[in-house]
């Protein structure tokens, strides 16, 4: 056999091959064999022949135009279109909002929803608990994520937060939620429960795993602060940054579990995003694509969420989060010599006195870097907590609330001594009646009573809300107390009319 021969004979062996190899995937091969040969045929492809084989990126959805609320903030840097209908960039550290879009209209979190269940499952079972999943675990829609759990497997709870968090598992999360909450629906209502007292308006949990129900939502402000809490927890932050993670083998599977973490900013790679500390994606066909991150640079913390998102999540996320570090700058407002206090008499003593930097020791602000607006506070004591709001302009950005000391307890004492005093010098300067000249006496007292009845109304008003369940007390008793009248009226004459037909009968007698 001849040197050509065996060179054909092993080609066509390893064209032979190369179909066997790529019989699960016949599409891939298919498309490199008709370049091949579109090759061979026409090596001398026009441009646009070219440009016309090459795939077009997706038209921007309508969403990409929708208003962006914060944007009509005077003086507050414009924030960049995106495609997700909804979308939030916030401070970690403080709540304060700096981008939103459509912040508080409802949508499916998908598997962002993983942010509440792995948060309740850390505080509430140890790392080290072992958790034996039940038939639970087949609950799941067919083909959504799992890593293969199998009813009586056991994981610790430590390797079942990474399966909720780094791998998405939708079986794990379910799993999860019927042991700490006794049954899923259990767990749900702790979900829900924990969102209310966060502070969530608009958000409601009917599963653990966020796959889709017309009932599961939440809004891009919520998940902000539902992820804000969460991240307060070491155990949570150390997961989310985590690359991969290895699940050992169980006592049903021999084989090690390989888990890489699903969001793409925090892995290497073409959408890795420097400072980002962790996040979660999620996604169902009708929910899109979810996303949440964090993020440090220049001593600023960040959340972002977008939500239903098609293909530029990652993208629209990148692009907010350089919107806020590049125009936002933090400031401690105990420094910052631009800050007013409101013009109440409270915060007139605490300017005064010097007391508003320690009234705002604690605080800190994200503000542009150049900003445009009076940053002014308006503070207030509410049962020895100082609470604090703070404006840009006519804006409110953020509200505090924090234990007052002694000084600034002193003057919010004194400004309450000194509004009550205004209070009663104007009420005794109304009081005192002008002088009247001799000719307009009549005018003048018609005067005096109109002024009397003003002055009758105004005080009512003043008396608290109370005023009026007591004056319908007040009228029933009086009609209460006529009706009896009356009827003590009628029977005294009914009773003198009939001692008089007596004593006319016995003088008949």
């Given at each position: 056999?001849t040197?050509?021969?065996?060179?054909h004979?092993?080609g066509?062996?390893?064209?032979?091959?190369?179909?066997?190899v790529n019989?699960?995937?016949?599409?891939?091969f298919?498309?490199?064999?008709?370049?091949?040969?579109?090759?061979?045929?026409q090596?001398?492809?026009?441009?646009?022949?070219?440009?016309?084989?090459?795939?077009q990126?997706?038209?921007m959805?309508?969403?990409?135009e929708?208003?962006?609320?914060?944007n009509?903030?005077?003086?507050?840097?414009l924030?960049?279109?995106?495609?997700?209908?909804?979308?939030i960039?916030?401070?970690?550290?403080?709540?304060?909002i700096?981008?939103?879009?459509?912040i508080?209209?409802?949508?499916?979190?998908?598997?962002?929803?993983?942010?509440?269940?792995?948060?309740?499952?850390i505080?509430?079972?140890p790392l080290?608990?072992?958790i034996?999943f039940?038939n639970?675990?087949?609950n799941?829609?067919?083909g959504?994520?799992h890593?293969?759990?199998k009813?009586?497997?056991?994981l610790t709870?430590?390797?079942?937060?990474?399966?909720?968090?780094?791998?998405?598992?939708?079986?794990?999360?379910?799993?999860?939620?019927?042991?700490?909450?006794g049954?899923?629906?259990?767990?749900?209502?702790m979900?829900?429960?924990?969102?209310k007292?966060?502070?969530?308006?608009n958000?409601?949990?009917?599963?653990?795993?966020?796959?889709?129900?017309?009932?599961?939502?939440?809004?891009a402000?919520d998940?902000?602060?539902?992820?804000?809490?969460?991240f307060?927890?070491e155990t949570?932050?150390?997961?989310?940054?985590t690359?991969?993670?290895i699940?050992?083998?169980?006592?049903?599977?021999?084989?090690q579990?390989?888990l890489?973490n699903?969001?793409k900013?925090v892995v290497?790679?073409?959408?890795?995003y420097?400072?980002?500390l962790g996040g979660?994606?999620?996604?169902?066909e009708?929910?899109?694509?979810?996303?949440?991150?964090?993020?440090?640079?220049?001593?600023?913390?960040l959340?972002?969420v977008?939500?239903k998102?098609n293909?530029?999540?990652?993208?629209d996320?990148k692009?907010?989060?350089?919107?806020?570090?590049?125009?936002?700058?933090?400031?401690?407002?105990?420094?910052?010599?631009s800050?007013?206090?409101?013009?109440?008499?409270?915060?007139e003593?605490?300017?005064e006195q010097?007391l508003?930097?320690?009234?705002?020791q604690?605080?800190?602000?994200?503000l542009?870097?150049?900003?445009e607006?009076?940053?002014?506070?308006?503070?207030?004591?509410?049962?020895?907590?100082?609470?604090?709001?703070?404006?840009?302009?006519d804006?409110?950005?953020?509200?505090?609330?924090?234990?007052?000391?002694?000084?600034?307890?002193?003057?919010?004492e004194?400004?309450?001594?000194s509004?009550?005093?205004t209070?009663?010098?104007?009420?005794?300067s109304d009081?005192e009646?002008?002088?009247?000249?001799?000719?307009?006496t009549?005018?003048?007292?018609?005067q005096s009573?109109?002024g009397?009845?003003?002055d009758?109304?105004a005080?009512?008003?003043?008396?608290?809300?109370?005023?009026?369940?007591?004056?319908?007390?007040?009228?029933?008793?009086?009609?209460?107390?006529?009706?009896?009248?009356?009827?003590?009226?009628?029977?005294s004459?009914?009773?003198r009319?009939?001692?008089?037909?007596?004593?006319?009968?016995?003088?008949?007698?």
């Amino acid at each position: 056999m001849t040197a050509k021969k065996l060179s054909h004979l092993l080609g066509a062996f390893l064209l032979g091959t190369a179909l066997t190899v790529n019989t699960g995937n016949p599409g891939v091969f298919a498309a490199a064999q008709d370049n091949s040969q579109s090759t061979v045929q026409q090596p001398q492809a026009t441009d646009a022949a070219a440009a016309a084989q090459t795939p077009q990126e997706p038209q921007m959805p309508e969403s990409y135009e929708w208003e962006i609320q914060s944007n009509s903030i005077k003086g507050w840097p414009l924030g960049p279109k995106v495609a997700a209908e909804t979308a939030i960039v916030m401070d970690l550290d403080s709540g304060e909002i700096l981008y939103a879009k459509g912040i508080d209209e409802k949508r499916a979190p998908a598997s962002t929803t993983k942010i509440m269940t792995a948060m309740l499952a850390i505080e509430k079972v140890p790392l080290d608990q072992q958790i034996t999943f039940t038939n639970e675990v087949n609950n799941i829609e067919a083909g959504s994520t799992h890593i293969g759990i199998k009813p009586g497997e056991t994981l610790t709870m430590e390797q079942s937060l990474y399966g909720i968090l780094l791998a998405s598992a939708n079986e794990v999360s379910s799993g999860v939620a019927e042991y700490v909450g006794g049954t899923v629906q259990g767990f749900v209502d702790m979900m829900n429960q924990r969102a209310k007292d966060l502070g969530c308006e608009n958000t409601h949990f009917v599963n653990a795993n966020g796959l889709y129900d017309e009932n599961h939502y939440t809004t891009a402000r919520d998940l902000a602060i539902i992820a804000r809490a969460a991240f307060q927890n070491e155990t949570y932050r150390n997961i989310i940054k985590t690359e991969y993670y290895i699940i050992p083998p169980t006592n049903i599977t021999a084989e090690q579990r390989w888990l890489n973490n699903h969001h793409k900013m925090v892995v290497s790679g073409a959408q890795h995003y420097d400072g980002c500390l962790g996040g979660k994606p999620g996604y169902t066909e009708k929910a899109g694509n979810t996303l949440v991150t964090y993020a440090e640079r220049n001593g600023m913390r960040l959340i972002c969420v977008v939500l239903k998102d098609n293909i530029y999540h990652y993208e629209d996320t990148k692009t907010l989060l350089d919107f806020a570090f590049d125009n936002f700058q933090k400031v401690p407002l105990s420094s910052y010599d631009s800050l007013e206090s409101s013009q109440d008499t409270f915060g007139e003593v605490l300017k005064e006195q010097g007391l508003l930097p320690d009234a705002v020791q604690d605080t800190a602000l994200l503000l542009p870097s150049v900003p445009e607006e009076t940053v002014l506070c308006k503070p207030q004591i509410r049962e020895d907590t100082l609470h604090m709001e703070y404006y840009y302009g006519d804006t409110l950005l953020l509200s505090t609330d924090a234990p007052a000391s002694q000084a600034v307890a002193d003057a919010w004492e004194q400004s309450q001594l000194s509004e009550r005093q205004t209070e009663q010098a104007s009420a005794v300067s109304d009081l005192e009646p002008e002088p009247v000249p001799a000719s307009d006496t009549s005018r003048g007292a018609s005067q005096s009573l109109k002024g009397f009845a003003s002055d009758l109304a105004a005080r009512f008003q003043e008396l608290p809300s109370w005023k009026y369940p007591a004056l319908l007390l007040l009228g029933a008793a009086l009609i209460f107390y006529l009706v009896m009248l009356i009827i003590r009226i009628k029977r005294s004459r009914r009773r003198r009319r009939r001692e008089k037909a007596r004593k006319n009968a016995a003088k008949k007698d």
